[in-house]
Every structure is written in C-alpha cells, then in structure tokens.
C-alpha cells in the first residue's frame, strides 16, 4: 500500500471521527430532505453551516441540495465517504446522502479535512 493511499484511508477515517463526535454532540441533521427543510428554515438557532454530501449521492439529490446551498448562500461539499459510511460515523442505520452541520467549528475542521490535498501527510 502507498502512502497516499494510506493517507487517503487516515483521512476518511479522520472524516468519520469528526462526524461520530459531530453527531454526539447533538450538532448533525442527517438527511437530504431534513438538511433541505432547516436551510430554507432560515434563522433558527441551529442553523446549518455546512452541508456534506456523500461522494456517491445521486445526481438528483447533488443537484436539489446543491441548488437550496446555493440559494441560501450555504457552504456545501462532497466528501471521501459513501452514503453507507456517513450513515455509519453518525450512527444511523441504512444510507445518508446529506448531512447538514450545526456547530461553525466543527464546519470548519470538517472542511479543512475535506480540503486537504490527498497526498498531505498527518495534520
């Protein structure tokens, strides 16, 4: 195995651990529909600073939460991890192609890991 695969693994992982302790303290909306429903809720106290897409989402479900991100004016990626391993970091069974964040920190670190250049070693 290359390092950089190696460091890609480290980094799905890191992505996992970040959205397992997201999901704990109570800062996830998991779900496209649920994500969707509390962007154009607009300024509740739980607002959504990121939204994470699932690295194999439809194009359908890419393309409405990409659209609402967008016209909300909210940040929105696609990350490394599958809709299975989303919904496995935070602790839901079956598959989540959306998940919203709550908490601008952990958006930002979460971010940040996403961003990071795949051959950049530990942080």
């Known amino acids: 195995m290359s390092e950089i695969e190696l460091n890609e693994i480290l980094r799905k992982r890191r992505l996992g651990s970040?959205?397992?302790?997201?999901?704990?303290?109570g800062?996830?909306?998991a779900?496209?529909?649920r994500v969707r429903e509390e962007?154009?809720?607009?300024g509740n106290p739980g607002?959504?600073?990121?939204?994470?897409?699932a690295?194999?989402?439809s194009a359908n479900t890419r393309k409405r939460v990409v659209n609402c991100c967008s016209y909300?004016?909210?940040a929105c990626l696609v990350c490394d991890l599958d809709t299975d391993s989303m919904g496995t970091a935070i602790g839901k069974a079956g598959s989540i192609s959306a998940v919203g964040i709550t908490d601008q920190g952990l958006a930002e670190a979460l971010a940040r890991l996403?961003?990071?250049p795949a051959n950049q070693g530990k942080e």
């Open 18 to 25: 970040l959205l397992g302790l997201a999901r704990k303290a």
């Open 27 to 29: 800062k996830v909306i």
């Open 31 to 33: 779900g496209t529909e």
């Open 39 to 42: 962007i154009r809720s607009g």
């Open 47 to 53: 607002k959504i600073c990121l939204v994470l897409l």
């Open 55 to 57: 690295a194999d989402s």
């Open 72 to 74: 909300y004016h909210k």
């Open 114 to 116: 996403i961003n990071a």
